[in-house]
């Protein structure tokens, strides 16, 4: 049982697959894991404490990869690092599937056992394979940080000899696994925090944190969530209701943080310009949506954006801005699925491929798309 860690080519990804303290437990399970050189430079982890985990250093993707039963990747191969794939291999990481059908058949015609790790079923069993919520969790708590750290004034309330000095007011768009890390982390920095969402259930989830709820609380709304426990697509007369009750709160915020996402699909449009044109100079909305099209229409990918003094601030990849610790997450969820497949008294690779969450997961077979959500279109 041979396993790979690929470092990752994407220039705004900087976190790895494996840790030293993955590797080890790999290693203990009867694995010969060999690491690409460099793959944990970003995440701190320099190629001596792999080799000290058991792992030996491979200097390229072809030399660590060549062999390998199984490959661990933050990202999906492409190119170079898919053709050093060899056939057969199981390939786990965050695949971007959706749109991406070409890259999926790519992956198939190599003949891989492709896993998509956003994929993941939200079951208890697989909480702790969940790297949608190991990452999200981070990128909630690190939009508050990037958006203080662009914001010109202090988040507390304070009162000084000099005079006292308002707290700030931040408004999160979307309470799912980001938004309520959002909102505990404006909570600690002192801020009034106030929060939306479609979900029913998240009101309480917001009021728990000790946030305002701001929402249409309508028929529609009490439906309005899947059996899944995702975000459905709201009717237009819901969404023109929505958008004119927090057109007017937007207005009085000083940082407005958007984490809102429908699984499959473009992020929905939260803040308009005109919206943003309402805030004070000096005001920030932070996107992390930014990569599915935005929340905020006047975002810009990999950007902190100028418009009319409001900052937007359009990070990519922000779990990758802490990426020591989103490794590290990140690793524990790869390794707690890579768990389920591996035999350990035969120190094996033995995946059932009836599974559940092998079924939930897994795009490419056998020279074959097989994920029912992504079957290729007859031509
Ligand atoms: P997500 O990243 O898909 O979306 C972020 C949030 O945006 C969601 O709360 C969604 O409802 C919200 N949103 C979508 N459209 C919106 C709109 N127009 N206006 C305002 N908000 C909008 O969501 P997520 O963080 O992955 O969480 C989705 C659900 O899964 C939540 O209910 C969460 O508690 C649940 N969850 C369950 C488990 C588990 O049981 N293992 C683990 C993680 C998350």
């Known amino acids: 049982m041979r396993i790979a860690v690929l470092t990752e080519t994407d220039a705004n990804e900087a976190r790895v697959a494996a840790t030293p303290d993955t590797v080890k437990k790999l290693v203990g399970f009867g694995a010969t894991v060999v690491v690409q050189s460099g793959a944990g430079a970003q995440s701190g982890l320099p190629d001596a404490d792999f080799e000290a985990a058991g792992a030996s250093i491979a200097p390229d993707a072809a030399a660590a990869a060549g062999d390998a039963d199984v490959v661990l990747l933050v990202r999906r191969p492409e190119g170079d690092r898919l053709a050093a794939v060899k056939e057969g291999a199981i390939v786990i990481a965050t695949m971007d599937p959706y749109g991406n059908e070409a890259a999926l058949q790519a992956m198939a015609e190599r003949k891989l056992a492709a896993f998509s790790m956003e994929l993941m079923p939200r079951i208890t069993r ?58 505990a982390t404006a909570r600690r920095l002192g801020a009034v925090v106030s929060a939306t969402d479609v979900r029913p259930a998240a009101k309480e989830q917001v009021e728990s944190l000790g946030a305002k709820f701001v929402a249409v609380e309508d028929e529609e709304f009490k439906q309005a969530e899947t059996a899944g426990g995702y975000a459905k697509e709201m009717s237009a007369e819901y969404k023109a209701k929505q958008a004119e009750l927090v057109a007017a709160h937007i207005a009085k915020q000083d940082i407005v943080i958007t984490t809102a996402l ?6 929905p449009k939260l803040v308009t310009k005109a919206m943003v044109e309402s805030m004070r100079p000096g005001s920030v909305v932070v996107d992390l949506a930014v990569e599915r099209g935005g929340n905020c229409e006047v975002s810009e990918p990999g950007e902190i954006a100028d418009h009319g003094g409001v900052k937007i601030v359009g990070y990519l990849n922000v779990p990758g801005r802490l990426a020591a610790t989103a490794s590290s997450l990140y690793a524990k969820n790869l390794l707690a699925f890579l768990e389920t497949m591996i035999d350990k008294e035969k120190k094996a690779l033995a995946p059932n491929w009836d599974d559940e969450l092998v079924k939930a997961t897994l795009l490419t077979k056998d020279g074959a798309i097989v994920h029912p959500n992504f079957q290729a279109q007859p031509a």
């Open 262 to 267: 429908i699984p499959g699909r473009p992020a």
């Open 126 to 183: 697989a909480q702790v394979m969940d790297v949608l919520s190991s990452q999200a969790n981070l990128a909630g708590y690190r939009a508050v940080i990037d958006g203080a750290a662009v914001y010109g004034r202090a988040m507390p309330m304070m009162m000084t000899a000099a005079g006292t000095v308002p707290a700030a007011k931040v408004f999160v768009m979307g309470a799912g696994v980001a938004g309520l890390q959002a909102i």
